[in-house]
């Protein structure tokens, strides 16, 4: 073994990849403190940190990150309406900044020079965990060993890793039978690589940790009603406004008001009845388009839910300005650019966007759906009177003759010079 060069802190999960590389990283000589994010995902977390320790780990950071995951990133997604290219809502994308952030933090703190991380050349992992450690530690050094000749030559894919594995003692999860990558948070659970590769594959029922662990299950569960509260007084700290404050079950009256005790209610109730489960291809931003399965249990019952609070309070244009800016804030978001100086302003104009977010939004979850029953809020632009069929109300219904005609004056012009047209080249 070559002499200690210097000390680098391992994003850490204790999967193939990352147990390896801690080894790896022994092999080259560095002193190795590895780093575990506690991100909401099921871990044995004093199992992980015998392991790390036995594989060579000079020390081991086992951080509880979960509270500010929701506060700070998941629900500034959720004001957003945050989704990427229509239909991801971003799980691995709002966790990556959250973990480099404290990654760089360790690092910091222990006087180190490197981090390391174990994603793969091809990912978008690669990008998020580097921007954020640049962005928040500019002289920072990162070894990202799937990147490195010396690395991918000696492991061209996951068999070698885990004949690697089987040679140091490595006990690691997967197997030649389940090769497949799986990263798990709060926020989602997601299926990648090994037969998923595949795109015409569609038996991987086996895949789900949320409760939609087969299609089959699904059809045997009954309605939940729930009411979830946007907005108002909230009893944590900070701007609540177009974030979850409260969540009742209207069935049995459990009811959560914490971030994150009501973030975990919501993926047990969700999840029980399949909600939020795709199986999509994407466009990764190094140029290539990938497969994944993805369970958002949470997360897709309020993204249904806020954006129905949403349309009930917001000024028509300003959401039409506002919708513009969450498909930009998802592509940043998506591509690593959380720490950049544009994700900061599209935060800010979203946040301010929320100021009359608030009300409660009654939800059914059940086989597989989400459906908004109802809604009320105190800051509604909803005018029952105004818009009812049995009601005049403040308004002028022979107004509305004059409007059309205005707006059909540029349609009859269109055709009037369309028909010169046709006619000319008819002759």
Not at 72 to 86: C, G, K, M, R, S
Not at 264 to 290: C, P, Q, T, W
Request: net charge neutral; hydrophobic share 35%; glycine share 8%.
């Amino acid at each position: 073994m070559a002499q200690p060069k210097d000390t680098v802190v391992l994003a850490y999960s204790g999967g193939l990849d990352t147990s390896c590389i801690l080894v790896w990283l022994k092999e080259q000589g560095y002193n190795v403190i590895a780093y575990l994010a506690n991100i909401g995902q099921k871990e044995d977390f004093e199992a992980a940190q015998k392991k790390a320790l036995a594989l060579g780990a000079k020390k081991v950071y086992i951080e509880d990150i979960s509270k500010e995951f929701v506060e700070e990133f998941i629900w500034p997604a959720v004001q957003a309406n945050a989704l990427y290219e229509d239909r991801y809502l971003l799980g691995t994308a709002l966790a990556r900044p959250c973990i480099a952030r404290k990654l760089v933090e360790i690092a910091q703190r222990e006087g180190a020079q490197y981090v390391a991380h174990g994603a793969t050349g091809k990912g978008n992992d690669q990008v998020r965990f580097e921007l954020t450690c640049y962005a928040l530690c500019p002289k920072i050094k990162v070894i990202a060993p799937w990147r490195l000749p010396e690395f991918y030559q000696r492991f061209p894919g996951r068999r070698e890793l885990m004949d690697y594995a089987k040679e140091h003692g490595i006990p690691v999860p997967v197997t030649p039978q389940t090769p497949w990558s799986m990263d798990e948070n709060l926020m989602h659970i997601s299926y990648e690589a090994g037969i998923l590769e595949n795109p015409k594959v569609i038996d991987h029922s086996q895949c789900g940790s949320h409760g939609a662990k087969a299609l089959a299950c699904i059809c045997s569960l009954i309605d939940n009603f729930t009411a979830v509260r946007m907005g108002g007084k909230g009893p944590f700290q900070g701007d609540t406004r177009g974030v979850p404050v409260k969540v009742t079950n209207t069935r049995d009256g459990t009811t959560r008001c914490s971030a994150l005790e009501l973030f975990v209610y919501l993926n047990d109730i969700a999840g029980k009845h399949g909600v939020g489960r795709i199986d999509i291809v994407e466009n990764r931003f190094v140029g290539m388009k990938s497969r994944g399965i993805y369970e958002t249990p949470a997360g897709t019952i309020l993204h249904h839910a806020h954006l129905d609070i949403e349309a009930f309070t917001m000024d028509r244009e300003v959401r039409k300005i506002k919708q513009g800016l969450a498909v930009k804030f998802s592509e940043l978001v998506y591509n690593g650019f959380w720490h950049s100086p544009e994700c900061e302003f599209l935060r800010q104009c979203i946040g301010r966007s929320q100021e009359g977010v608030v009300g409660t939004v009654r939800l059914s979850v059940c086989k597989g759906q989400v459906y908004v029953l109802g809604r009320e809020s105190p800051r509604s632009l909803y005018n029952e009177e105004l818009v009812s069929m049995n009601v005049q109300g403040d308004y002028e219904p022979a107004d509305a003759t004059g409007f059309i005609n205005i707006n059909s004056l540029r349609l009859k012009e269109y055709h009037r010079l369309q028909s010169k047209v046709t006619g000319k080249q008819a002759e």
